[in-house]
């Protein structure tokens, strides 16, 4: 059982920054990854970010390459979003999520691979 909480949502202007936090706390897997996703109205939830702890590997949709960095903590409970030079298009509500090891071989876009999610934090970039 894994609690997760994001924090780090708001206001801002086309061009400003964010950065967004999501703290797990509970019984964690020894070996897991935690991913990013956003959903807005009227869409599908869509995968951001992820970071692998075993590997330290890191995944980011192509939409937000070079714009966004993932980043975690060294004692794996904290995962950060850096998210800069925003667009009105990054206006979602952002989750992040547990996936556990057993899913390690398949693709890390796939919500359905994540469980333990957090309640969502709203980030809204004006235009």
């Known amino acids: 059982q894994v609690q997760l909480v994001e924090s780090g949502g708001g206001l801002v202007q086309a061009g400003g920054s964010l950065r967004l936090s999501c703290a797990a706390s509970?019984?964690?897997?020894?070996?897991?990854?935690m991913g990013w996703f956003r959903q807005a109205p009227g869409k599908e939830r869509e995968f951001v970010a992820a970071?692998?702890?075993?590997?330290?590997?890191?995944y980011y949709a192509n939409s937000v390459k070079g714009r966004f960095t993932v980043s975690g903590d060294n004692t794996k409970t904290t995962m950060y979003l850096q998210m800069n030079s925003l667009k009105p298009e990054d206006t979602a509500v952002y989750y992040c999520a547990v996936r556990p090891p057993v899913y390690y071989s398949i693709n890390y876009d796939l919500p359905d691979t994540y469980d333990s999610w957090g309640q969502g934090t709203q980030v809204t970039v004006s235009s």
């Open positions: 509970g019984r964690t897997f020894r070996n897991y990854a």
């Open positions: 970071l692998s702890w075993s590997g330290g590997r890191i």
